[in-house]
């Protein structure tokens, strides 16, 4: 983010660490499976376009949370959810998955915003 105003990115690296922006995540997290379970039994997915971005590359937060694990199993973790994220976008009938270099999963808004923004220009016909 270094080349983010200022105005906005030293806010946002003092929310980023502080304790009620840890404790939100932690949150998040106790919830998943119920999100998970939600999720399944939502019905089918909304004739919608729909545009899933999927990182490529294995951002420096996945790297230490992932200590001593191999870089291929990182890789095929990877891989992995771009077959998931594929299948999800095909099936629905105006479903695209967008392979997005230069960013890990939990970087793809910080790293690569161009490539959100071209997904919502996308998606509003722009």
Same mark, same amino acid.
Request: avoid cysteine; glycine fraction near 6%.
């Given at each position: 983010?270094? =080349?983010?105003?200022?105005?906005?990115?030293?806010?946002?690296?003092?929310?980023?660490?502080?304790? &009620?922006?840890?404790?939100?995540?932690?949150? &998040?997290?106790?919830?998943? =499976?119920?999100?998970? =379970?939600?999720?399944?039994?939502?019905?089918?997915?909304?004739?919608?376009?729909?545009?899933?971005?999927?990182?490529?590359?294995?951002?420096?937060?996945?790297?230490?949370?992932?200590?001593?694990?191999?870089?291929?199993?990182?890789?095929?973790?990877?891989?992995?959810?771009?077959?998931?994220?594929?299948?999800?976008?095909?099936?629905?009938?105006?479903? &695209?998955?967008?392979?997005?270099?230069?960013?890990?999963?939990?970087?793809?808004?910080?790293?690569?915003?161009?490539?959100?923004?071209?997904?919502?220009?996308?998606?509003?016909?722009?």
């Amino acid at each position: 983010m270094t =080349d983010w105003p200022e105005e906005v990115r030293e806010p946002l690296i003092e929310r980023r660490v502080s304790p &009620e922006w840890l404790r939100a995540g932690i949150q &998040e997290v106790k919830n998943i =499976d119920q999100l998970y =379970d939600e999720i399944r039994h939502a019905g089918p997915m909304p004739d919608v376009p729909l545009i899933v971005l999927t990182a490529t590359d294995i951002d420096a937060f996945k790297k230490a949370v992932s200590a001593g694990e191999s870089e291929s199993l990182l890789r095929e973790e990877i891989d992995g959810k771009r077959r998931l994220y594929t299948a999800l976008a095909k099936s629905v009938p105006r479903g &695209e998955n967008r392979l997005i270099d230069g960013a890990g999963h939990a970087t793809i808004h910080w790293r690569r915003p161009d490539a959100v923004l071209q997904a919502n220009q996308d998606l509003l016909g722009r």
